[in-house]
């Protein structure tokens, strides 16, 4: 196959569409019918004669007359040498074509030049089909020529030459020397001699031009050859220039503000011809119309929020398309500023200025405040307020600052009042910020220093005095008082006085500020307890009335005389008499420096007369006078301080013997049924007075009075209780306290009578086992008389209800004792409690519980318990160990040990130092001991049986004589069955 190189392929070949051949035309091919491919030519070769420099152009035209034609193709086939002074190009279309070949002679030396090409069509497999060859001859001369005969130019009327210079091209012989000339002053050459071809530099100078068109000639002629000359027409149109007219060099923008577009225009002037195009380097700045022709505007867009608050510098140029020194610029500055804003400073400030209300009535009804915020530098603001009492006095302003507000709440009820106050710029609108503010105008208030006051503390023995300080805070602004005292019971105890000390009754006044100090005093005479009052507050501010209510207590501790006991019992025998006593006055609160006096009721006893508290009230009997039998003083303990509200009896018995007592052996089934002996071991009471010479036993429902001295019957009675079980004596002798397990309650009954003074209630428990042998216990702390009925459940004998206890043993015992110190109560397990009897409280008072011992060597079944005489040791009787164990109450550890044998089960202290101790011993000889606590020594050893054996000693079954000098026991036998057993003790040496 041949091919056909394609030379300038983009220019000399066109692809055939719809291409059906045609007929007729020569080229290849015989018989009458057209040849694929077939083309005709109008003419077969081409003739160019030129100067050197110039370019001439000839056509050939084709028609294509064969079929299967899809291209035409024009180039320099295989064989055929490339010219570069030959260009050829290919329009046309159907099968009409036509071939434009021009001829350069730029740069060429005279002389001939020839050169062929090849004209051919091809098929849609770029397979040739038919070819022409086209021979073309050139003819170069070396005469001057410009490679254009006409030039058109564009400039801006006004510009000096400068370097406006266009390069015009020519040709000529290289050794001819030439001269070029303007026919124009506007028309400069800037090289206007030369030799050979080259360029020809031509500018225009249309400082003197106005807008229009000029025309100029340029003649080019070789020196001393005329006829070698070229000339060159100059069309030149001179347009006004671009020229911006005024615009604003400055925008301001508030960051934040605006979404949308800003759009302006730039008004500018120009020629009607000029064709210009802007462009601008500001940032975010965009133009709309880039291009156009003659004056108009220039419109830009921009977007604030694209830009951060700054400052950004730049222009917008407008350039002519057709030259570029036709430009001009307009130079711009953008600013971008922070909105009006109100610093956080501000912001803070207006919630402090609602969180601190101006208060009603007060002396600072007027306030400054400073409210800092930030603008751009351009802002210029007003300060706006929607409410009457804020003003501001920088009303206007410009960029940041601080508002100076002035707030008054001068004729003001109390309320809360919002308000809006605007900072807006006036040359942006939109550039504003709004500030709620809140200012309360509070009510007064009155503050009181406590509303509750505690006068003499929680114990009752501080000072009774209090100071009530009260204020208003409405600063030096005064207002009136009143202040009245609503007590609760004994009358207006209560003094309001002003200053530190007693003085005149202060109820009304005038307050501040600077407040009001009250003095609180209760009446001296007030009695112990605890006391309540109101103080009702008022202040009248304005049109507002404030109140307040401060709640007074006043606790006194009672302050009693309290004697270490209440009853003696003097003797006088003819071998042994106890005819001294020595008793304890103390005070109820601890206080050593009460005064007291004693008086006694009757002659033959002698007590001492005056003393303090802490000391000894020594009480000495006379017989000398004195009848045989008992004989009965009272002994009257009284206080000269107001203080003090009580005064202590203490009743004292004397009995007078003809005859020193012997022992007595009562059996008491003689006396009682034998069911009730019987039954009376688990149930039994037995007491012995401590005034009087009687012992009284307790079987059944029945109670029998006996005298310790000869064992008499004194008195019997059937009280009324279901039955009769352990049993109680007071300290002066007078009342009994019996335990009633069947109705679960203690009875009080007068000792001499068996009849009913009170009774109190047994609470039930899960060890009910516990009823049949719960002994009732008498004790007298702080001289306050109580009952122990259960572990929790104590009772006051003087009001008849029960004690609230706090501390202290929560169970239930056998058997109580105590001793000299009537605020100690020791269990039969050997626990020591200290008891305080508190008034205060209200109602019935208060007992307070303390350990004052816990340490025990009790280790057998509940039995009993005793302190000493000197208030040094708790002894114990449980069972085991086979003795009575001393435990010290300081050193908490066992002190002493007392023998016997087993099972202890009773034991009792005397007020001499005596002990006697028994045990439940059924087989041995003796059951009884008695000791001197104080030496240890065993002062004699007995039986509470008149059996040598095979006997029982009733579980806490001893009592001891008011004198110290006389046993009484209960024991159970076979042949007695129950047996009542009264001997004498040894002396205490």
């Known amino acids: 196959m041949t091919t056909i190189k394609m030379v300038i392929l983009s220019v000399a070949v066109l692809v055939l569409t719809a291409c059906g051949g045609g007929g007729g035309g020569g ?203 070229a000339s060159l027409q100059y069309n030149l149109t001179v347009v006004a220039p671009l020229v911006f007219s005024a615009a604003p060099d400055e925008l301001i923008f508030v960051a934040g503000l605006s979404g949308s577009d800003y759009r302006a225009e730039l008004p500018f002037s120009g020629d009607a011809q000029t064709n210009w195009m802007a462009s601008t380097d500001i940032p975010g700045v965009s133009i709309y119309n880039a291009e156009g022709s003659g004056s108009g505007n220039i419109e830009y867009r921009l977007n604030p929020l694209w830009l951060s608050e700054g400052t950004y510098t730049g222009r917008v140029t407008l350039v002519d398309k057709n030259d570029f020194s036709n430009i001009d610029h307009h130079t711009m500055k953008i600013i971008v500023e922070a909105p009006i804003q109100f610093s956080e400073l501000a912001m803070t400030r207006a919630q402090e200025l609602q969180a601190n209300p101006i208060v009603y009535g007060s002396d600072n009804l007027q306030r400054s405040l400073e409210l800092p915020f930030t603008a751009g530098d351009h802002a210029q603001w007003t300060s706006i307020s929607n409410a009457h009492w804020l003003t501001t006095s920088n009303v206007v302003g410009t960029g940041s600052g601080s508002l100076q507000l002035q707030i008054n709440a001068s004729g003001l009820p109390i309320g809360t009042y919002p308000a809006e106050l605007r900072l807006e710029d006036y040359l942006n609108p939109q550039n504003q910020v709004t500030l709620n503010l809140t200012l309360v105008v509070a009510a007064p208030t009155l503050t009181v220093t406590s509303e509750n006051l505690l006068l003499g503390g929680s114990d009752g023995l501080g000072i009774a005095q209090a100071n009530l300080g009260f204020a208003i805070n409405t600063g030096v602004n005064g207002y009136d008082y009143s202040v009245s005292a609503q007590t609760e019971a004994n009358g207006d105890w209560l003094t309001i006085s002003s200053g530190s000390g007693p003085g005149t009754v202060n109820n009304s006044g005038i307050v501040t500020g600077a407040g009001v100090n009250l003095n609180l005093t209760p009446l001296a005479s007030l009695i112990s307890g605890t006391h309540a009052a109101n103080l009702a507050l008022r202040v009248e501010v304005g049109d507002q009335v404030l109140t307040r209510t401060v709640a007074v207590t006043f606790n006194k501790e009672a302050n009693r005389l309290v004697a270490s006991n209440l009853g003696v019992a003097f003797t006088a025998a003819p071998s042994r008499s106890v005819l001294t006593r020595t008793l304890k006055i103390n005070s109820s609160i601890g206080r050593d420096d009460v005064p007291w006096v004693a008086v006694s009721n009757q002659p033959w006893l002698t007590v001492t007369g005056s003393g303090l508290t802490s000391e000894d009230l020594v009480l000495t009997a006379d017989e000398t006078a004195l009848a045989v039998g008992t004989h009965i003083a009272e002994v009257r303990v009284s206080s000269s301080d107001s203080n003090v509200e009580n005064e202590e009896v203490i009743r004292v018995g004397l009995t007078v013997l003809d005859a020193d007592p012997a022992d007595a052996n009562i059996n008491l089934a003689s006396t009682f049924s034998v069911s009730d002996a019987i039954a009376g071991i688990g149930r039994f009471g037995l007491v012995a007075n401590p005034v009087e010479p009687w012992v009284y036993v307790g079987l059944g429902s029945q109670i029998n009075i006996y005298n310790q001295f000869s064992g008499a019957l004194v008195h019997s009675y059937m009280p009324a209780v279901g039955s009769i079980g352990s049993m109680a004596i007071s300290q002066d002798g007078t009342k009994l306290y019996v335990h009633d397990p069947v109705n679960l309650k203690v009875v009080e009954l007068y000792a001499d009578t068996g009849d009913t003074v009170n009774s109190f209630t047994v609470v039930p428990s899960e060890w009910s086992s516990l009823h049949t042998v719960l002994m009732p216990g008498y004790f007298r702390p702080n001289g306050r008389p109580l009952l122990f009925v259960a572990g929790t459940r104590i009772f006051d004998l003087t009001t008849g209800e029960q004690v609230a206890v706090e501390g202290g043993y929560d169970s239930y015992f056998y058997s109580i004792s105590t001793n000299q110190n009537p605020n100690w109560v020791a269990g039969y397990d050997g626990s020591l409690m200290e008891y305080f009897y508190s008034a205060l409280g209200g109602g019935n008072g208060t007992l307070t519980a303390t350990v004052k011992s816990s340490v025990s060597y009790a280790q057998g079944r509940a039995g009993q318990a005793c302190v000493d005489a000197a208030g040094s040791r708790v002894y114990t009787a449980s069972g085991a160990p086979y003795e009575f164990s001393g435990v010290g109450i300081v050193s908490q550890t066992l002190e002493q040990v007392l023998p016997a044998t087993a099972y202890p089960n009773s034991v009792v202290c005397g007020w001499n130092g005596v002990l006697v101790g028994g045990a439940g011993a059924y087989y041995d000889a003796q059951d009884i001991f008695v000791y001197n606590t104080v030496t240890g020594q065993n002062l004699g050893s007995y039986s509470s049986s008149t059996e040598n054996g095979y006997r029982y000693l009733l579980d806490r079954g001893l009592v001891l004589s008011g004198d110290n000098q006389l046993v009484s026991a209960l024991s159970y036998s076979d042949s007695t069955q129950l047996l009542l057993r009264i001997f004498s003790v040894p002396a205490i040496p």
């Open 27 to 229: 080229g290849g091919g015989s018989g009458g019918g057209t040849a694929k491919g077939a083309f005709t030519l109008d003419k077969s070769s081409l003739s160019y004669s030129q100067r050197s420099g110039e370019f001439l152009n000839q056509t050939i035209q084709i028609n294509v007359t064969g079929s299967d034609v899809t291209y035409v193709v024009a180039g320099f086939d295989e064989g055929q040498s490339e010219v570069p002074w030959l260009s050829m190009s290919l329009s046309g279309s159907g099968s009409q074509y036509t071939l434009d070949i021009s001829a350069s002679s730029w740069g060429m030396a005279a002389g001939n030049y020839s050169a062929n090409f090849t004209i051919a069509t091809g098929d849609k497999n770029e397979k040739p089909l038919q070819k022409r060859v086209v021979n073309v001859t050139l003819s170069v001369t070396e005469n001057f020529a410009f490679s254009q005969a006409t030039i058109t130019r564009y400039a801006v009327a006004g510009k000096p030459v400068g370097d406006q210079f266009a390069d015009i091209w020519f040709a000529g012989k290289s050794t001819a020397a030439w001269t070029a000339t303007s026919s124009a002053p506007w028309l400069v050459i800037s090289n206007p001699t030369g030799t050979g071809g080259g360029q020809l530099m031509l500018g225009v100078d249309t400082r003197d031009l106005t807008p229009g068109n000029y025309t100029g000639t340029v003649q080019l002629a070789e020196n001393g050859n005329a006829t070698n000359s």
